[in-house]
Protein backbone atom coordinates (compact mmCIF):
# COMPACT_ATOMS: atom_id res chain seq x y z
CA UNK A 1 0.00 0.00 0.00
CA UNK A 2 0.72 3.65 -0.81
CA UNK A 3 2.13 5.69 2.48
CA UNK A 4 2.46 9.78 2.12
CA UNK A 5 4.55 11.31 4.77
CA UNK A 6 4.88 14.96 5.50
CA UNK A 7 7.35 15.27 8.10
CA UNK A 8 6.70 18.92 9.42
CA UNK A 9 3.63 19.42 11.54
CA UNK A 10 4.07 22.98 11.42
CA UNK A 11 5.85 25.46 9.31
CA UNK A 12 5.96 29.53 9.73
CA UNK A 13 6.87 32.17 6.71
CA UNK A 14 6.77 35.58 6.67
CA UNK A 15 5.18 37.33 4.71
CA UNK A 16 6.60 37.97 1.34
CA UNK A 17 9.26 35.34 1.82
CA UNK A 18 9.53 32.22 0.73
CA UNK A 19 8.36 28.15 2.34
CA UNK A 20 9.29 24.80 1.37
CA UNK A 21 6.45 22.21 2.38
CA UNK A 22 8.06 18.29 2.35
CA UNK A 23 6.53 15.18 1.35
CA UNK A 24 7.90 12.05 0.44
CA UNK A 25 5.92 8.85 -0.51
CA UNK A 26 6.28 5.48 -0.57
CA UNK A 27 4.80 3.11 -4.00
CA UNK A 28 6.05 0.54 -5.95
CA UNK A 29 4.01 2.31 -9.03
CA UNK A 30 5.90 3.90 -11.68
CA UNK A 31 2.77 5.98 -12.76
CA UNK A 32 0.98 8.28 -10.43
CA UNK A 33 -0.22 11.64 -9.94
CA UNK A 34 0.99 13.46 -6.66
CA UNK A 35 -1.01 16.51 -5.41
CA UNK A 36 -0.80 19.34 -2.80
CA UNK A 37 -4.34 20.60 -1.26
CA UNK A 38 -4.92 23.03 0.62
CA UNK A 39 -7.11 23.22 3.86
CA UNK A 40 -7.92 26.76 5.31
CA UNK A 41 -9.98 27.21 8.21
CA UNK A 42 -12.82 27.29 6.46
CA UNK A 43 -11.88 23.56 5.84
CA UNK A 44 -12.57 23.47 2.28
CA UNK A 45 -10.13 21.43 0.30
CA UNK A 46 -8.62 23.30 -2.36
CA UNK A 47 -6.55 21.54 -5.04
CA UNK A 48 -3.48 23.99 -5.15
CA UNK A 49 -1.01 22.12 -7.51
CA UNK A 50 -0.87 18.49 -9.44
CA UNK A 51 1.81 16.52 -11.13
CA UNK A 52 2.00 13.57 -13.35
CA UNK A 53 4.78 11.34 -12.49
CA UNK A 54 6.07 10.52 -16.14
CA UNK A 55 6.60 14.54 -16.88
CA UNK A 56 10.11 15.12 -15.69
CA UNK A 57 9.09 18.67 -15.40
CA UNK A 58 8.09 20.39 -12.32
CA UNK A 59 4.65 21.82 -11.85
CA UNK A 60 4.27 25.33 -11.16
CA UNK A 61 0.77 27.65 -10.43
CA UNK A 62 1.67 31.13 -9.98
CA UNK A 63 3.48 31.44 -6.76
CA UNK A 64 3.41 27.59 -5.86
CA UNK A 65 5.89 25.31 -7.78
CA UNK A 66 7.19 22.00 -6.96
CA UNK A 67 10.41 20.01 -6.60
CA UNK A 68 9.43 16.22 -8.17
CA UNK A 69 12.29 13.99 -7.34
CA UNK A 70 11.17 10.74 -8.63
CA UNK A 71 13.86 8.35 -7.29
CA UNK A 72 13.84 9.82 -4.30
CA UNK A 73 10.16 9.83 -4.25
CA UNK A 74 9.97 13.72 -2.91
CA UNK A 75 7.22 16.18 -3.81
CA UNK A 76 7.84 19.32 -1.91
CA UNK A 77 5.59 22.38 -2.52
CA UNK A 78 7.70 25.88 -2.98
CA UNK A 79 5.59 29.29 -1.78
CA UNK A 80 7.33 31.88 -2.80
CA UNK A 81 6.03 35.56 -2.38
CA UNK A 82 3.89 34.52 1.00
CA UNK A 83 0.55 35.92 1.64
CA UNK A 84 -1.11 35.81 4.24
CA UNK A 85 -4.19 34.08 2.63
CA UNK A 86 -1.95 31.41 2.50
CA UNK A 87 -2.02 30.45 5.92
CA UNK A 88 -4.05 27.13 5.96
CA UNK A 89 -3.12 23.23 6.21
CA UNK A 90 -1.67 21.88 3.41
CA UNK A 91 -1.63 18.11 2.49
CA UNK A 92 -0.04 16.12 0.25
CA UNK A 93 -1.88 13.15 -1.49
CA UNK A 94 -0.93 10.45 -3.85
CA UNK A 95 -3.55 8.92 -6.49
CA UNK A 96 -2.02 5.23 -7.91
CA UNK A 97 -3.58 5.16 -11.47
CA UNK A 98 -4.48 1.16 -10.79
CA UNK A 99 -6.72 2.15 -7.50
CA UNK A 100 -7.51 6.04 -8.13
CA UNK A 101 -7.92 6.57 -4.62
CA UNK A 102 -5.88 9.68 -2.72
CA UNK A 103 -4.16 8.96 0.02
CA UNK A 104 -3.00 12.14 2.45
CA UNK A 105 -0.14 12.70 4.51
CA UNK A 106 -0.93 13.94 7.92
CA UNK A 107 -1.09 17.58 6.91
CA UNK A 108 1.45 20.82 7.42
CA UNK A 109 0.12 23.32 9.85
CA UNK A 110 1.40 26.80 7.41
CA UNK A 111 1.07 30.30 9.77
CA UNK A 112 1.99 33.05 7.47
CA UNK A 113 3.49 35.60 9.85
CA UNK A 114 2.93 39.74 8.88
CA UNK B 1 -12.93 25.12 -11.62
CA UNK B 2 -15.61 22.33 -11.12
CA UNK B 3 -17.79 22.68 -7.78
CA UNK B 4 -18.81 20.48 -5.59
CA UNK B 5 -21.58 21.10 -2.88
CA UNK B 6 -22.68 19.43 0.24
CA UNK B 7 -25.71 19.78 2.47
CA UNK B 8 -26.25 20.16 5.50
CA UNK B 9 -22.98 21.85 6.32
CA UNK B 10 -23.88 21.29 9.77
CA UNK B 11 -25.77 18.76 11.65
CA UNK B 12 -26.31 18.15 15.31
CA UNK B 13 -28.89 14.67 16.45
CA UNK B 14 -29.69 12.97 18.75
CA UNK B 15 -27.95 9.12 19.00
CA UNK B 16 -29.78 6.75 17.90
CA UNK B 17 -31.04 8.58 14.68
CA UNK B 18 -30.28 8.80 10.95
CA UNK B 19 -28.47 11.55 9.44
CA UNK B 20 -28.25 12.16 5.29
CA UNK B 21 -25.58 13.89 3.54
CA UNK B 22 -25.89 14.95 0.40
CA UNK B 23 -22.83 15.85 -2.13
CA UNK B 24 -23.62 16.98 -5.44
CA UNK B 25 -21.53 18.18 -8.91
CA UNK B 26 -22.81 21.43 -9.81
CA UNK B 27 -21.67 21.98 -13.03
CA UNK B 28 -19.97 18.73 -13.94
CA UNK B 29 -21.31 14.83 -13.98
CA UNK B 30 -19.62 12.88 -11.96
CA UNK B 31 -19.55 9.11 -12.01
CA UNK B 32 -17.65 8.36 -8.95
CA UNK B 33 -17.87 10.44 -5.84
CA UNK B 34 -15.33 9.70 -2.88
CA UNK B 35 -16.46 9.85 0.78
CA UNK B 36 -14.24 11.01 3.43
CA UNK B 37 -13.68 11.03 7.21
CA UNK B 38 -12.00 13.95 8.92
CA UNK B 39 -11.27 14.04 12.94
CA UNK B 40 -10.30 17.44 14.21
CA UNK B 41 -6.50 18.05 13.53
CA UNK B 42 -5.82 15.00 11.55
CA UNK B 43 -5.81 14.16 7.73
CA UNK B 44 -8.61 13.01 5.55
CA UNK B 45 -9.38 9.35 5.52
CA UNK B 46 -10.93 7.52 2.77
CA UNK B 47 -14.34 5.74 3.98
CA UNK B 48 -15.88 4.88 0.23
CA UNK B 49 -15.99 4.94 -3.19
CA UNK B 50 -19.04 5.66 -4.67
CA UNK B 51 -20.01 4.75 -8.88
CA UNK B 52 -23.15 5.88 -9.98
CA UNK B 53 -25.73 3.18 -10.57
CA UNK B 54 -23.52 0.57 -8.95
CA UNK B 55 -23.04 -0.49 -4.80
CA UNK B 56 -20.49 1.65 -3.55
CA UNK B 57 -16.93 0.19 -2.49
CA UNK B 58 -16.03 0.58 0.92
CA UNK B 59 -12.56 0.93 2.66
CA UNK B 60 -11.20 -1.94 5.14
CA UNK B 61 -12.77 -1.20 8.40
CA UNK B 62 -16.05 0.81 7.54
CA UNK B 63 -19.22 -0.40 8.19
CA UNK B 64 -21.54 -0.74 5.00
CA UNK B 65 -24.83 -0.99 6.92
CA UNK B 66 -23.44 1.89 9.34
CA UNK B 67 -22.93 4.49 6.57
CA UNK B 68 -25.32 3.68 3.37
CA UNK B 69 -24.15 4.77 -0.16
CA UNK B 70 -26.45 5.90 -2.84
CA UNK B 71 -24.72 7.25 -6.24
CA UNK B 72 -28.60 7.58 -7.97
CA UNK B 73 -27.68 10.16 -10.67
CA UNK B 74 -24.41 11.62 -12.13
CA UNK B 75 -24.75 15.05 -9.79
CA UNK B 76 -25.69 13.62 -6.27
CA UNK B 77 -24.13 11.03 -3.64
CA UNK B 78 -25.63 10.78 -0.56
CA UNK B 79 -23.96 9.36 2.82
CA UNK B 80 -26.86 7.92 5.71
CA UNK B 81 -24.80 7.72 9.02
CA UNK B 82 -27.62 5.09 10.18
CA UNK B 83 -28.31 4.85 14.07
CA UNK B 84 -25.09 7.60 14.75
CA UNK B 85 -23.79 7.44 18.08
CA UNK B 86 -21.50 10.17 19.70
CA UNK B 87 -18.58 8.42 17.96
CA UNK B 88 -19.95 8.97 14.31
CA UNK B 89 -19.25 12.69 15.28
CA UNK B 90 -16.93 14.21 12.75
CA UNK B 91 -16.36 16.09 9.61
CA UNK B 92 -17.08 14.37 6.47
CA UNK B 93 -15.98 15.56 3.31
CA UNK B 94 -16.97 14.44 -0.28
CA UNK B 95 -14.90 14.80 -3.77
CA UNK B 96 -16.33 14.40 -7.33
CA UNK B 97 -14.15 13.05 -10.20
CA UNK B 98 -13.97 15.77 -12.55
CA UNK B 99 -12.94 15.03 -16.05
CA UNK B 100 -11.00 18.07 -18.44
CA UNK B 101 -9.84 16.17 -21.34
CA UNK B 102 -7.64 13.13 -20.22
CA UNK B 103 -6.91 14.92 -17.21
CA UNK B 104 -8.76 13.54 -13.95
CA UNK B 105 -9.06 15.35 -10.80
CA UNK B 106 -11.12 15.53 -7.32
CA UNK B 107 -12.86 18.36 -6.17
CA UNK B 108 -13.94 18.49 -2.81
CA UNK B 109 -17.18 19.58 -1.27
CA UNK B 110 -17.06 22.03 1.42
CA UNK B 111 -17.70 19.47 4.19
CA UNK B 112 -20.65 18.25 6.75
CA UNK B 113 -19.81 19.10 10.36
CA UNK B 114 -21.86 15.74 11.84
CA UNK B 115 -22.15 16.33 16.26
CA UNK B 116 -23.97 13.33 18.08
CA UNK B 117 -25.52 13.99 20.79
Known amino acids: AQTVTQSQPEMSVQEAETVTLSCTYD???????LFWYKQPPSRQMILVIR??????QNATENRFSVNFQKAAKSFSLKISDSQLGDAAMYFC???????????FGKGTKLTVNP | GAVVSQHPSWVICKSGTSVKIECRSL??????MFWYRQFPKQSLMLMAT?????????EQGVEKDKFLINHASLTLSTLTVTSAHPEDSSFYIC?????????????FGPGTRLLVL
Open chain 2, 95 to 107: SARFYAGERETQY
Open chain 1, 27 to 33: TSESDYY
Open chain 1, 51 to 56: QEAYKQ
Open chain 1, 93 to 103: AYRSVLTEKLV
Open chain 2, 27 to 32: DFQATT
Open chain 2, 50 to 58: SNEGSKATY
